[in-house]
Every structure is written in C-alpha cells, then in structure tokens.
C-alpha cells in the first residue's frame, strides 16, 4: 500500500467519523449542553484559522509530527494540500456553527 492509499484510509477512517461524531453529538444533545460543544468547536475553529495563516502549514504539521511522533506521521503529511483553496470555508464555518450554538 502507497503513502496515498495510506493517506486516503486515514481519511475515511479519521476525519470523516469525526466530522459525522461532531453532527450527531450537536443533533442528539440536550438544549442545555450545546453551550459547551459551541465552545469546543469555537477553539477547533481558531486553530483552523491559525493553520491558515501564511507561512503556518509547514509549523502546524512540524508540530503534529514532534506531537504523535516521529518519522511514521511525515509520510502521511505532504506539504501541498488538496483542500488548501477551500480552507477558507471551512474557517468561515466552523466559528458560525459555534456561534449557533452558545447562547448570547
């Protein structure tokens, strides 16, 4: 198995039942605790925002290599990213989101 196919696993297995965890934990919720996943998903949209700045990819994914360690996480992290001309929406969406749910 290539580093693609490797890369492309991890996805369907990691991002996107996270993201489908995220939705049904906002739908299934009590009223009264959505507050508290605004919140968590208000930081998770800050550090979208700072990945996105320019000149912090390459940092960001330095850091999660140093972080889960080593060696076996840089193959996964190619510094060119599919997504990075549609990050700016999912900045956008992701503070919108937490703003729905915390209350003012």
């Known amino acids: 198995m290539n580093t693609i ?9 990691g991002c996107i039942p996270a993201r489908l965890a995220l939705v049904g934990l906002a739908k299934y919720l009590p009223n009264k605790y959505l507050p508290y996943l605004g919140y968590i998903t ?3 949209a800050l550090g ?16 999660l290599v140093n972080l889960f360690g080593g060696a076996n996480l840089e193959l996964y992290m190619d510094y060119s990213i599919w997504y990075s001309p549609i990050m700016p929406l999912t900045v ?5 989101s937490s703003y ?5």
């Open 42 to 44: 208000l930081l998770m």
């Open 48 to 63: 979208f925002y700072t990945s996105t700045l320019p000149g912090q990819e390459r940092s960001v994914k330095k850091h």
């Open 100 to 104: 729905c749910m915390i209350p003012l």
């Open 5 to 13: 196919q490797k890369r492309f696993l991890l996805f369907l297995g």
């Open 92 to 96: 956008m969406r992701m503070p919108i």
